[in-house]
């Protein structure tokens, strides 16, 4: 029987007036600075993102978990809060665009609805870039459109001056009755947090994380009232709950599925692994860049990333490319998404130059300057295949600037696109044999199908190879599926 409980949880939600206010500049080096104190500190981030989530996970020392009502139920999005969260920790949640930007609107999934969801103080970042006293509207019309929200206090942003912070902060009291708790300077020359085409560069192309979080830690602890936030944070109400028995239960492990772990391919959500994990999986990190064999896997995950910035490389890598491509046509399962994708195709070109990729797929793919997918998405399965059972309507989300060079796929795709890209034609999910690749990212707490039959086919191909009399991996190369 579920247990009614109640869990103190410090927590605040660190949101903006619009995209590129200063939130993660700001949640990262709340992060950071409350660490260099002596506080413990847990992040989250809210939407789907994997790069946001990396850097907040240099800077807070702890996996961070997304939270999002579109891609999840929002009581499933509670509870992942709640069980994760640290009762002894400063809980920081990075929200996603504006404060009140949502699906539709009325604002459905915004990170004030998070907020709510969490009954979560607001800490708000405002740009303050050429503004002065009309911060004090923006900052009343933010208050105003929910009186229920508790917005608790407000960080400027990209403040010119001594005179810039001062006449900012007095109208934002005195007009909007916030309290001003930090106003970070504008810094000259690019960003503390380098950016590209699909927003930050990760950590793990980067490098050098602890002396970037410790600068931006710096910076937040010079120009922002830190024992305000911990003040806030702690004055959060508990959060009520019913404690129940995990529905996912860990069983023996059954099957070793191996996992493309590097600079290149970083986008995975913890859940998406956990769920492997607790299925039966071995996870068996493999470095596309380096790894010139395939361990004894009998299945292979391939999440999102950026091979475009790792082309060449990968390109070089003639030997991995060729195990790999032997092995989908051997029967190995692969489960693959957005850089996944790219990855199992035969190639991408970037301006005038063409890099050869695994060619599971006989599809060739251009970069653009421009997303070609961005956002949200909803399909449907309307075609047999091993990862989703037909009819189902599938959430995600996808973010990509590669598409195919050609219109004409000759390859099957299983997914009907009603919201979103895909690949071409309005389909997505590309299959052949026990091979399934698509532009949609899934997180696993919303959609667990595709994780618990990447399993099932891994333990199949794992029986017949034992059957065989072979062990896995390159060795079992040379034979047909059947």
């Not at 009614?4 to 949101?15: C, E, L, N, W």
């Not at 020392?61 to 809060?81: A, E, H, M």
């Not at 970037?212 to 305000?228: P, Y």
């Amino acid at each position: 029987m579920p247990v009614d409980r109640s869990k103190f949880i410090p927590r605040i939600v660190v949101a903006g007036t619009s995209g590129d206010s200063g939130k993660t500049l700001v949640s990262v080096g709340l992060l950071a600075g409350l660490r260099q104190l002596g506080y413990v500190t847990c992040a989250f981030k809210k939407g789907p993102d994997f790069i946001d989530p990396a850097w907040l996970m240099a800077a807070s020392g702890s996996k961070v978990r997304n939270l999002d009502t579109f891609l999840v139920d929002s009581q499933k999005v509670r509870t992942s809060f709640i069980t994760h969260s640290d009762s002894d920790s400063i809980n920081l949640i990075e929200g996603n665009r504006g404060l009140y930007d949502g699906f539709d609107v009325d604002g459905s999934h915004s990170t004030a609805e998070l907020a709510r969801l969490l009954d979560a103080p607001v800490i708000l970042v405002i740009c303050a870039t050429k503004t002065t006293r009309t911060l004090a509207a923006v900052a009343l019309g933010m208050r105003q459109m929910d009186p229920q929200l508790n917005i608790a206090g407000v960080i400027l942003n990209q403040v010119g001056g001594s005179r810039h912070r001062r006449i900012a902060s007095e109208a934002i009291e005195k007009y909007a009755g916030l309290k001003v708790i930090g106003a970070v300077p504008r810094i000259s020359g690019t960003s503390l947090l380098p950016a590209r085409h699909l927003g930050l560069v990760t950590p793990a192309e980067y490098g050098m994380t602890s002396e970037i979080t410790g600068e931006i830690g710096k910076l937040i602890t010079d120009h922002v009232d830190l024992n305000r936030i911990v003040e806030i944070a702690r004055r959060s109400p508990d959060l009520n709950f019913q404690e129940r028995t995990s529905d996912r239960k860990t069983t023996e492990t059954k099957v070793k599925i191996g996992y493309f772990s590097d600079s290149a391919f970083t986008f995975y959500y913890p859940e998406n692994l956990e769920l492997l994990q607790s299925l039966g999986a071995e996870l068996v990190p493999i470095s596309s860049l380096s790894s010139r064999k395939l361990p004894g896997i009998s299945g292979l995950y391939i999440g999102g990333g950026f091979p475009e910035t790792h082309a060449d490389r990968l390109a070089k890598n003639h030997e991995l490319k060729a195990e790999i491509k032997r092995g989908a046509e051997n029967g190995l399962p692969i489960y693959a998404e957005c850089g996944g994708l790219i990855y199992l195709c035969r190639s991408l070109k970037l301006k005038e130059k063409t890099y050869s990729m695994a060619g599971v797929f006989d599809i060739d793919l251009a970069m653009g300057e421009k997303p070609h997918g961005h956002g949200y998405s909803r399909m449907q399965a309307d075609l047999d295949n091993e990862y989703y059972p037909g009819g189902i309507e599938i959430r995600g989300h996808e973010f990509h600037y590669t598409y195919p060079l050609s219109e004409q796929i000759g390859e099957k795709m299983v997914l009907s696109v009603s919201k979103g890209t895909g690949i071409a034609g309005g389909r997505d999910g590309l299959v052949k044999q026990n091979v399934f690749a698509a532009y949609l990212h899934v997180h696993a707490d919303g959609e667990g199908s595709w994780a618990s039959n990447l399993v099932r086919l891994a333990s199949v191909y794992a029986h017949r190879n034992r059957n065989e009399g072979f062990s896995g991996g390159s060795q079992l190369f040379g034979r047909k599926a059947v």
